[in-house]
């Protein structure tokens, strides 16, 4: 082996530079460290792996998700987690049986009789049935003894998901009272609030058309995007701004904890609202939702950040939203909220199919898997609607949230100003390397954005602000390029095959890099409405 390197130094010096293919060299490192990551950092994920194969209990031919069944035949005392706990003490449960062919609606209503429960949502998509109220023994009697006559595929408990931070305390929308946030210990989250900032007040506003409701646009001037925050120039949306793309006609829906439509950053872009938590309406009590909103699509704001005037907007605008609530005043809902959220996204979806829409989904929970109901759900507004779906990687640093997992997600992890993955992101590789999760990044340490029930900005920290800047980009990608539409993963290619790769960082950290807004507008084929000077010249003066 000692010649080995003498080796290497005459290949160098005997090829030219330009023949070396550097990428297939940072691909090996890649694989390198990937290699090292399975033997050493990553040994725990390897044996999750082994756990996410064995999810599932068989009981009498159905397949039940084995925390599920540890809860249901009450067989375990102390899960750890306090929502698992309490999930454990309760007598009735919510419950998403899975079939193999949704069955009629007189059989659905005959087992919501043998369980004791109301039907909540029938998911034709996924061939589920979500019931609610459901009597605990009942439960237990029905698996081991009638499950498996009525085609039952699996059965699920309705588990919590929530947002990805630790809750911030929950808020009401008073102007007067404006309480601080405490740091959040886990992200390092600082909060730091932007109380004096100068909104937009630069150009008039454009009415513009979305789903027949009319939205404000802004025209970004060059001067406002050239001092944009850190964050946007980071995945060049500043210079796709100045091609005149800004996301206008384009829709992002928001699932989270509602958006606050009368901060100024949103004021007038939010197109529709629902609430799937009981007992809220579709305002945000939060604080996460809105920050989302403003990130994804909120109006440009000045703000002195650092001691320098810097100009804070949202990654696409003029692009309007659609907040979907599925997440409650203190940051969580269950895997039901969520599901008949997505469902209302494709039926939204199905009422106007020439509005080009994009989900933001901030939320995740680390007690799911690839083949959990809201991941099912996820691929199959992908795959059956053509509705791309970016998923926050979640903040448990070495594992991905689920419906993160999700195979069709667009799953982002976070970096900070330096494009350097922030310890909190969850890391891949998902569920194995064929797959391998996160699929991107964006920036999501320290991020200012809108602050619900204010009129300030707040910064926060989380995957949950990466996601909304690629839901973002999209949106860019959307207007800059229409025949996009209804081709989510010729969008998830674009956006790959254009990030900013470092090689220092492995795939099972960031990804294929840094989302670049510009450089995936840039692969598009050339719009016919961007401002030519050549075009102009030749209409003006009949040049051929
Ligand atoms: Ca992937
Ligand atoms: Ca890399």
């Known amino acids: 082996m000692r010649f080995f390197p003498i080796f290497l130094i005459l290949i160098l010096a005997v090829y030219p530079v330009a023949a070396f293919d550097l990428s297939d060299i940072f691909k090996s490192i890649d694989e390198f460290i990937k290699r090292l990551n399975n033997l050493f950092y990553h040994s725990d994920i390897i044996e999750n792996l082994e756990l996410f194969k064995a999810n599932y209990e068989i009981i009498n031919g159905v397949y039940v998700e084995k925390t599920s069944w540890s809860i249901i035949s009450g067989s375990s005392v102390d899960f750890g987690d306090p929502d698992l706990n309490a999930l454990a003490a309760q007598s009735e449960l919510g419950v998403i049986i899975q079939f193999k062919r949704i069955p009629d609606l007189d059989v659905i209503h005959r087992i919501a009789e043998l369980l004791g429960a109301e039907v909540d949502h029938i998911d034709k998509g996924i061939n589920a049935v979500i019931f609610k109220l459901v009597d605990k023994p009942k439960l237990k009697q029905f698996i ?62 454009v009415p513009v058309c979305v789903e027949n409701k009319t939205v404000k646009e802004v025209i970004i001037e060059r001067k406002q995007a050239e001092n944009s925050c850190w964050n946007d120039k980071l995945i060049s949306a500043h210079d796709v701004w100045l091609e005149n793309i800004t996301g206008r006609n384009v829709v992002i829906a928001i699932l989270d904890t509602g958006v606050d439509e009368n901060h100024p950053m949103l004021k007038g872009k939010v197109i529709g609202s629902i609430s799937f938590v009981e007992g809220e309406d579709p305002h945000d009590y939060h604080g996460h939702g809105t920050h989302c909103a403003g990130i994804a699509a909120g109006y440009p704001v000045q703000i002195n950040k650092d001691g320098r005037l810097v100009w804070v907007s949202g990654v696409a605008p003029n692009a309007a939203i659609l907040n979907v609530k599925v997440l409650g005043k203190n940051g ?142 999209i949106a860019l990608l959307l207007e800059s390029d229409l025949s996009l539409k209804d081709k989510p993963e010729r969008i998830k290619e674009l956006l790959q095959a254009t990030a900013k790769d470092d090689p220092a960082q492995p795939e099972i950290w960031e990804g294929a890099g840094v989302v670049d807004a510009y450089a995936a507008v840039k692969k598009l084929p050339k719009r016919s409405n961007v401002f030519d000077p050549l075009g102009w010249v030749k209409a003006l003066f009949g040049g051929g």
């Open 144 to 205: 081991l003894e009638e499950a498996n006559q009525f085609d039952v595929a699996s059965i699920w408990l309705d588990f919590a998901t929530r947002v990805p931070e630790r809750p911030n305390p929950p808020r009401q929308p008073d102007p007067h009272e404006i309480p601080e946030c405490p740091p959040d210990n886990r992200t390092n989250n600082t909060m730091e609030r932007h109380p004096g900032y100068r909104p937009w007040v630069g150009n008039p506003h």
């Open 332 to 473: 969580g809902g269950s895997l039901s909220s969520v599901i008949k959220g997505l469902d209302y996204v494709a039926q939204w979806h199905d009422k106007h199919p020439d509005v080009p829409i994009v989900v933001s989904m901030s939320l995740g929970t680390p007690f799911g898997n690839p083949s959990d109901p809201v991941c099912q759900k996820v691929n199959w507004l992908v795959k059956e609607k053509r509705i791309p779906v970016v998923v926050a990687a979640g903040n448990e640093f070495i594992v991905i949230d689920s419906p993160g997992l999700a195979t069709y997600a667009i799953t982002v992890a976070a970096v900070d100003q330096d494009g350097k993955v922030a310890s909190f992101s969850g890391k891949g590789p998902g569920t194995n390397y064929e797959d391998i999760k996160p699929d991107i990044a964006a920036p999501g340490v320290k991020i200012p954005s809108a602050r619900a029930n204010t009129r300030e900005l707040i910064e926060m920290s989380g995957t949950s602000m990466a996601t909304p800047h690629v839901a973002g980009v």
